[in-house]
Each structure stands twice: as structure tokens, then as C-alpha cells.
């Protein structure tokens, strides 16, 4: 897989401020109502065209939340998201729809996102007759060329998903949104189900496929090594928070106590313990990773913090960092 990437695009493609998504929690009968679960906690993000931003924390940290919320695949409950400079949470369902090609999500688990009633032919080019992006006599043209261009033969269209191994199921996820001409491509853990032999391929094939498209990729991942080498700059979230934000480049190990903690999971296999109760906005003060952090000072417990330039690109959340 390629090395780390620095560079960052000037043209903001996808834009997110202040994105708050609560849950309400079931309440029992004659039972106090529960307080929201709130999953994010007012994040901002911005995805460059031809630009990768990566989002990288444990389960129930919030990326898949913040992911949809942006995608509105869910429906924040506060801030604003834009693509290309229009808000899309001013749009009813019809315009919305028009919008949506433009942003296309590769799914976790091809299993999961491919049904399995259908071929690749009918998968593929759902997206092209839905949007009327060619007459029905050229579907096939288009579809056997999203399929060239994920290095699958157009022999495969009569094909269904069992038929394929994880790797070519998800290209042919990965040829479903492309099919569409998307402009940013949003990936949820798109190599965690897949054998190890298999991930490099697939993540080296996003890389080539924006290269050669100018496409805008929001990562997100467990994994911080491979979150480094794909993007251009990481967002690490913890308890619906961004915690850290730097340039893959100067990221590292990182400065906050838990990007240190990614980091030596992954040097080690094995992934981080998540926090069974989290601080959140139903709890406002003191910081949410104090209970597991080992430089934790009084000031940590009562005060929250926020993001604070440590060095030029690079952000933190943490009283006590940089760390040493």
C-alpha cells in the first residue's frame, strides 16, 4: 500500500459544521425517560476534491454516525452540511434525491450491501436508469465499463454475488457507486471483512480510482495504520468527539492519550477496550477519555477540552498534550 500522504486539496468539497446526532434510548413503562445517547457532539470536517480526510476510532466512537449524518442517511439533529457549497439539509427528499449520486457510500460488508436476488448487471445499473444517466440501450456499455475500471471482465454481469469471493463482491460495490459518477465516495470500514491478502487491493484500488477522477474519499476505520497511509488528513474521534486532527504526515503516534492508545493496538493486533459509558453532552464537563487516561490531571475530570493548535495543521483536545 502507498506511504503516507501529505498533500491537501484547496477545494472544499464536502463540508460539515457543528453535526450533533442524538439517539433517544427506549424508556420502560412507568420509568424515568433516559437521557439521549448522543453519538456526535458538534464535529466539523471537510473533504477536499481529490483528497482523502480519514476518521479513525473504536466501535461506538461515533464515525459510522457522523458518516451517515453527512450523507444524511440519517438526519442530524444541529449543524450544517454542504456539498460543493450547497446545504443539503435545506433539501426536501425530491431535490435530494437529485443530489445523491454525487455522494455514494461503500459499505462495510459487500454480503450485507449486495442483494443477492440480483445480478451484477441489475446492480450496477440500478443507479444508471435511476438517475437517467443513459438511455436503457446503453446501460450495459456503462456498466461494463464501471466494471473495467475496478478490474472486473464485463463477463461477470450475469453473475450474482455468491457466485464472487470478498474482494471482487466489493468491487462490484465499489463499480455500483461508480457507476453513478459520483463525486465523493464515502468508505465505512471497507476492508474489515475482507481476508488480509485482498485489503491491500481493494484500498489500492480507491487510490488509483481518485486519482484518475479527482475523487473526494471520507475514510472510516478502526485502523490507524491503514487510515495514515490512505489519507491526507485524520480525524481520531472518541466518544462523538474529534479528539485529534492533523496531516497524516505529522500525526504519528499522535499527541492525545488515545491516538496513543490506536496506535499501540495496532502495533499490538488487537483493538482497544471501548469505554461502556462514555461522557457526552448529557454530561457536559471534564473529558470524556479521563477515566482510561494515565496522564489524567484534576483539571480533566471538571473541564472539557477543546481543540487547540499544538503545531501549524496539527489540533488536540487534551489539557496535558503535546505528549512527551
Known amino acids: 500500500m502507498t506511504s503516507m500522504r501529505t498533500m491537501e486539496g484547496d477545494a472544499p468539497l464536502l463540508e460539515a459544521r457543528g453535526v450533533v446526532k442524538r439517539f433517544q434510548p427506549r424508556s420502560r413503562w412507568f420509568a424515568k425517560r433516559p437521557d439521549p445517547v448522543v453519538a456526535v457532539a458538534g464535529v466539523d470536517l471537510v473533504v477536499n476534491a481529490g483528497r482523502t480526510l480519514g476518521v479513525v476510532g473504536e466501535s461506538g466512537s461515533g464515525k459510522t454516525t457522523l458518516l451517515r449524518s453527512c450523507l444524511r442517511l440519517i438526519e442530524p439533529d444541529a449543524g450544517t452540511v454542504s456539498l460543493d457549497g450547497q446545504d443539503l439539509m435545506g433539501l426536501n427528499a425530491h431535490a435530494l434525491r437529485q443530489v445523491r449520486r454525487r455522494m455514494q457510500l461503500v459499505f462495510q460488508d459487500p454480503w450485507a450491501s449486495l442483494n443477492p436476488r440480483l445480478t451484477v448487471r441489475e446492480l450496477v445499473g440500478e443507479g444508471i436508469t435511476v438517475h437517467g444517466l443513459a438511455p436503457a440501450s446503453e446501460v450495459d456499455d456503462r456498466v461494463a465499463s ?43 470500514e471497507p476492508t474489515s471483512a475482507l481476508d488480509v491478502s485482498v485489503r491491500a487491493q481493494v484500498l489500492n484500488l480507491l ?11 471520507l475514510l472510516v476505520s478502526h ?16 466518544a462523538g468527539r474529534i479528539v485529534e486532527s492533523a496531516p497524516s504526515g505529522l500525526l504519528g503516534d499522535g499527541d492525545h492519550p488515545y491516538t496513543r492508545e ?22 457536559p464537563t471534564g473529558c470524556a477519555f479521563h477515566g482510561r487516561c494515565p496522564f489524567a490531571e484534576d483539571r480533566c475530570r471538571t473541564e472539557r477540552p477543546e481543540l487547540r493548535e499544538v503545531r501549524p495543521g496539527h489540533r488536540v483536545a487534551c489539557h496535558v498534550a503535546p505528549l512527551p
Do not use: K, N, W
Request: hydrophobic share 50%.
Open 146 to 188: 464501471a466494471l473495467g475500471r475496478v478490474g472486473l471482465d464485463p463477463d461477470v454481469m450475469t453473475r450474482r454475488p455468491h457466485a464472487f469471493s470478498g474482494g471482487e463482491r466489493q468491487r462490484v460495490a465499489i463499480a455500483r457507486a461508480l457507476a453513478v459518477e459520483p463525486a465523493l465516495l464515502a468508505c465505512d
Open 223 to 238: 485502523d490507524l495504520p491503514m487510515v495514515l497511509g490512505m489519507s491526507h488528513r485524520v480525524h481520531v474521534m472518541y
Open 262 to 283: 490506536l496506535a499501540a493496538s495496532s502495533v499490538l493486533g488487537v483493538g482497544p477496550v471501548p469505554d461502556p459509558a462514555p461522557t457526552s453532552l448529557a454530561s
Open 207 to 217: 487510490l488509483e480510482l481518485q486519482a484518475d477522477a479527482g475523487l473526494g474519499l
